[in-house]
């Protein structure tokens, strides 16, 4: 038998909305899938996890997500990706688990078919029950619904005591209450405060980075752990007319040489920029840029000090990003977040690479103008509008586990905005967090060295003589939360850092 009712709209408080919920009859139930009646097509809202632990984990999650697109799911969300520990059966490799939302017309026991096939089609088969599998679906929520059969319990009957489902649920939601269906997710928990609670009983955030699981972004073949220490990403200009080092690096050879020397110092990543996106900056074709980055590309990946360094690309165009990962690039830079070439987030979806996403007003050329210049709340609307342009990329296919953010300091900002924001970098984690958890936990990039404000502030019209003030806002920025930090000089910034990680260690370190 079964009982169906449609709920009604509600406050989005969560206090307000569990109440209503919990004392609404909205279960629905069934004795099998073949007494199922389909009483209308209305898109429903679903979550479902993901797990893997055979052969390679990350190609088998973005397999099973295609698969899942071609049958009726369309993605709208992506967690973070885990690394975690076996769980029941611990003789076995590790997991990488993660959870996406989407929307489908596919009712429950349909639904549930298509995930089953698309399991068996990628290889699983009956065995050990919690053992090893190339790719594990199960559905955590399906609208507003109950659902309880001999084949399907809807919520999950284990995401309560699973720390690898419950972290990556809630990166799928925001700390405000998004809408009717998220909050009736919350009422379905078994602890009165809804799924933040169910969390929290778990440990929280406190249990990342602990008890055999972690969150990781992929770089070409690894696996990143941005929590373990801040990298330095040593910034190599190609152009005649950047703001501090312009026209010093045009030729391969010096190029070369600078990379070696900023290696040498300790940078874990190098990022090459071939276009100048200073203020007034003049736009140049995908094709001259490429001319500009292709050979000090190429060169630099023939050098066996870049064993195990990662090479990012600052580009706009999607021609350039292309042609750069086909050469070897690990990263894309995109100063615009996707607002400059309307083929970039879907470019760099199928290039399978990390994607930093900055904000920035306009171009380089009109971002410094009156009107990009207003801001009543610099962090919460740089927050919101970087935001947005995550959200249209995660729309356009990088999932969010793929995503660095860079708030922009030098860009469409006027000095006071950029000290705020150095010093805002947790109140734009919070406002992001608001929308999207997982958004709040990508990992964060700075760009302060040698900027304009910087040399405003401490009367340094010489860019080059900007490296003090550089170290202090590098500091500052770490203490903050910053992951990467985006610099000229190397070896002063790489010491400011690690006094920056030993001190954080030391605050997060039990008494």
């Known amino acids: 038998m079964f009982l169906f009712k449609q709920l009604l709209p509600t406050k989005r408080g969560l206090g307000g909305a569990l109440n209503h919920f919990r004392g ?17 097509s209305q898109e429903q809202e679903v979550v479902i996890a993901l797990g893997s632990n055979v052969g390679n984990r990350l190609h088998n999650f973005n397999e099973a997500l295609q698969l899942m697109k071609k049958s009726g799911i369309n993605i709208t969300r992506h967690a973070c990706l885990y690394e975690t520990a076996p769980a029941y059966v611990t003789d076995q490799p590790q997991f990488l688990n993660s959870a ?20 068996r089609d990628m290889g699983r088969t009956a065995g050990i029950r919690y053992g090893p599998r190339p790719i594990d679906l199960d559905i955590l929520f399906y609208g507003k ?3 309880d059969s001999d084949v399907l319990t ?20 925001g700390t405000d209450v998004e809408n009717d269906t998220v909050a009736c997710w919350h009422s379905l928990s078994i602890h009165s405060g809804g799924l933040f609670e169910s969390w929290e009983k778990l440990g929280g955030e406190r249990i990342i980075g602990k008890d055999g699981m972690k969150r990781v972004l992929p770089i070409g073949k690894d696996l990143w752990d941005w929590s373990l220490k801040t990298s330095v990403m040593g910034i190599l200009n190609l152009t005649p007319d950047s703001f501090s080092d312009g026209g010093k690096f045009q030729s391969v050879e010096a190029a070369v040489s600078q990379v070696r020397l900023m290696i040498s ?9 071939a276009q100048s996106t200073r203020p007034m900056a003049s736009r140049i074709s995908p094709q001259k840029e490429l001319d500009r980055l292709i050979p000090v590309l190429e060169a630099i990946l023939k050098m066996p000090e870049m064993n195990g360094k990662l090479i990012s690309v600052d580009t706009f165009y999607s021609e350039v990003a292309s042609e750069a990962v086909s050469k070897g690039a690990h990263i894309i830079n995109d100063v615009s977040g996707g607002q400059l070439d309307p083929n970039m987030t879907k470019v760099v979806a199928g290039l399978g690479v990390p994607y930093v996403a900055m904000h920035m007003r306009g171009d380089p050329s009109t971002m410094q103008n009156s009107e990009n210049l207003q801001y009543d709340d610099v962090c919460k609307q740089v927050a919101s509008e970087l ?13 969010s586990w793929r ?20 010093m805002g970098l947790p109140s734009i984690r919070a ?15 700075l760009g302060s060295s040698r900027k304009k404000f910087l040399g405003e502030t401490c009367t340094r019209p010489t860019a080059s003589e900007r490296d003090p003030a550089t170290v202090a806002s590098v500091t500052a920025g770490v203490l903050g939360g910053a992951n990467i930090v985006r610099v000229h000089n190397v070896r002063d910034n790489l010491d400011a850092v690690k006094l920056c990680d030993a001190m954080l260690k030391y605050k997060r370190s039990p008494a």
Do not use: C, Q
């Open 265 to 273: 110092e300790g940078a874990d990543m190098i990022d090459l920029g």
């Open 431 to 445: 406002e992001i967090a608001r929308k999207s958890l997982s958004m709040s936990h990508s990992p964060v990039l």
């Open 24 to 40: 609404s009859s909205f279960r629905f139930f069934s004795s099998s899938p073949e007494t199922f009646v389909e009483l209308h």
């Open 403 to 422: 995503i660095i953010i860079d708030p922009g300091l030098g860009f469409s900002k006027g000095t006071e905005h950029n000290l705020e924001l150095l």
């Open 154 to 173: 809807v919520p999950h009957e284990r995401i309560w005591e699973r720390p690898f489902v419950m972290a990556p649920l809630m990166d799928l939601l």
């Open 145 to 147: 619904f109950r659902v």
């Open 100 to 119: 996406v939302r989407g929307v489908t017309k596919l009712w429950p026991h349909e639904l549930l078919g298509v995930l089953k096939k698309i399991e």
């Open 387 to 399: 935001y947005s342009r995550v959200k249209e990329a995660e729309l356009s296919g990088i999932p």
